[in-house]
């Protein structure tokens, strides 16, 4: 449920619910937006008994939230949320670009990596260290000495880190060296990691499951948020489909759905889309034209010699045509690029 405020009620009349709220034993999520301030009603509110808060000065009405996911709803924040990781901005009308190997491999590799996402124009250095792979001889990464790597590169650079934790016992580990934590398709039901993540208070980048609903997927993100962390934001790459043409399909109507449902920022991941790395450019600029807040592309100094998904890693030079492509889109739409 949520307490819409009237317009011009005080601070003092939010201050009685929210204390109202506690009394009965709820939490409350505060909204303040363009249009009206909303609180949000954390618990059962079977506890509030037959209390009407609609008795209270200063309120204008209650609404009930019938999703299973509340405080990732669009009515919990009409605004949508704006997830900030140090000073960098993801949602509302900034455009974020995240980019770089798919596998950390080695020193140099990461660091021509960060070096030529950053002079494209990349806010942050994607790459893996933890890698869950579908076969158990393929490469698995780097794991710390990866994350070593990745934080040197990005420090080098002016640049955050962003990187996938596959289990629970890895986050203390990885949250010393990124600024954001990615929860991978494959673990987006993984509801122990997800509670243990949003306990870690870092921001988390949350994939979509290969088979997954925009349901469950809302729902997965609520159990990161159940535990006090509201730095999420959404990434779409791609869903399996009957369609063999390129590696998974990737759902545009996801970004304009999550927008009407959530208020979390949603970004695409073209690459694991697309899985070949001439369709890139044009699921980019699809992605940004439906209304997504960002993309997180797979660029190697040279994808040839590639450990892991090799067709899918744009070069330095290709990532940068395709960086002055979308920021001419982003002025279209009107977006700004962060």
């Known amino acids: 449920m949520i307490i819409v405020m009237k317009n011009g009620s005080t601070k003092q009349d939010v201050d009685k619910v929210i204390e109202a709220l506690k009394e009965h034993g709820l939490g409350a999520n505060l909204s303040t937006g363009s249009q009206a301030t909303i609180v949000g009603v954390l618990g059962d ?16 009405k209650c609404v009930p939230i019938m999703h299973s996911y509340k405080l990732a709803s669009r009515e919990m924040c009409p605004d949508g949320r704006v997830v900030r990781v140090g000073e960098e901005v993801i949602g509302r009308k900034k455009l974020v670009m995240m980019a770089g190997p798919c596998a950390v491999e080695s020193e140099d590799q990461i660091m021509q990596a960060a ?15 933890y890698k869950p792979r579908t076969s158990p001889y393929s490469f698995q990464g780097m794991e710390e000495e990866g994350l070593k790597l990745m934080r040197k590169a990005a420090d080098a650079c002016g640049l955050k880190v962003v990187s996938e934790v596959v289990a629970h016992d890895q986050i203390d580990i990885a949250g010393k060296y990124c600024d954001m934590l ?14 243990e993540v949003g306990r ?35 990434c779409e790459r791609g869903i ?13 109507s996801a970004v304009p759905v999550v927008k009407e449902r959530s208020s979390l920022p949603i970004i695409i991941d073209p690459s694991h889309a697309a899985g070949k790395s001439r369709y890139i450019a044009s699921l980019s600029l699809a992605a940004v034209a439906a209304g997504a ?5 797979e660029v190697h100094p040279n ?24 920021g001419a889109l982003a002025q279209v739409v009107g977006r700004e690029m962060a």
């Open 45 to 60: 509110k079977a506890k509030l008994g037959g209390f009407d808060f609609e008795l209270m000065e200063g309120v204008e």
């Open 182 to 195: 990615q929860i991978g398709a494959r673990n987006m039901q993984n509801f122990r990691l997800l509670r």
């Open 200 to 234: 870690a208070k870092i921001p988390v980048l949350l994939k979509r499951g290969i088979s997954s609903t925009v349901e469950e997927w809302l729902d997965a993100a609520e159990y990161i948020m159940s535990e006090g962390n509201y730095n999420v934001v959404l």
């Open 303 to 326: 994808p040839k010699v590639a450990m892991s998904d090799a067709a899918q890693q744009l070069t330095p030079e290709a990532y940068g045509t395709l960086f002055q492509k979308v």
């Open 293 to 297: 807040d960002g993309l997180i592309i």
């Open 240 to 252: 399996r489909t009957f369609e063999t043409a390129t590696r998974n399909t990737l759902d545009v």
């Open 115 to 129: 070096e030529g996402v950053k002079a494209a124009g990349a806010r942050f250095l994607r790459g893996g260290a």
